[in-house]
């Protein structure tokens, strides 16, 4: 678990204006680590922010894949679920942050809402990833963009959610990808 608390320690670092020692202590002592199997569902309650340590999760809508989330990611989970889930495409390590312990941490340390907000922000441009991909005209860059973004996912996805994923074909897909 270290190794993990220390690669959630560097990305809030980017996000906060000083060190932030004893918010850190206080987040650490909160952090529960989880293990998610591949093709598990993530458990987890609503308002809780998931750290994605290692592997690589799918986050659907009922049955569409509606992003992505690779290792190095967080995760925060909608307060309205709207049937939103969350899937080990393999197997994966998170620490979660409940929402009662970010409250609890708030309170005591009032200035962790800069840096919650900051990365509400950076989840949300996150999001809009495939929206992005979506936008572009040519199906080939499409494919070559998903690639590049998503090489350690791309073994593991079946063929026919990549194709819907990117708005291509799956027969296109195949002769191309």
């Excluded at 270290?2 to 959630?8: A, E, G, N, S, T």
């Excluded at 409250?103 to 809402?113: A, K, Q, T």
């Excluded at 509400?120 to 494919?143: C, F, G, P, T, Y």
Aim: charged share 25%; proline share 3%.
């Amino acid at each position: 678990m270290d190794i993990f608390v220390l690669q959630l320690r560097r990305l809030l670092l980017d996000y906060a204006q000083d060190d932030l020692y004893a918010e850190w202590n206080a987040l650490y002592s909160a952090l529960t680590p989880i293990h998610c199997a591949a093709g598990q569902r993530l458990v987890s309650n609503r308002g809780d922010i998931c750290f994605l340590a290692k592997g690589v999760l799918l986050k659907t809508q009922l049955e569409t894949i509606t992003r992505i989330i690779q290792a190095d990611q967080l995760i925060f989970v909608p307060l309205q679920s709207n049937a939103i889930y969350f899937h080990a495409l393999v197997p994966c390590q998170l620490l979660v942050l409940s929402r009662e312990e970010l409250y609890r941490i708030i309170e005591v340390f009032p200035r962790v809402v800069r840096v919650y907000d900051s990365l509400l922000d950076v989840w949300h441009v996150q999001s809009n990833e495939r929206l992005l991909l979506l936008e572009m005209k040519q199906k080939s860059a499409r494919i070559a963009l998903f690639k590049q973004l998503h090489k350690e996912a791309c073994p593991y996805m079946a063929r026919k959610d990549i194709a819907n994923y990117i708005a291509v074909s799956e027969e296109y897909l195949r002769k191309n990808f």
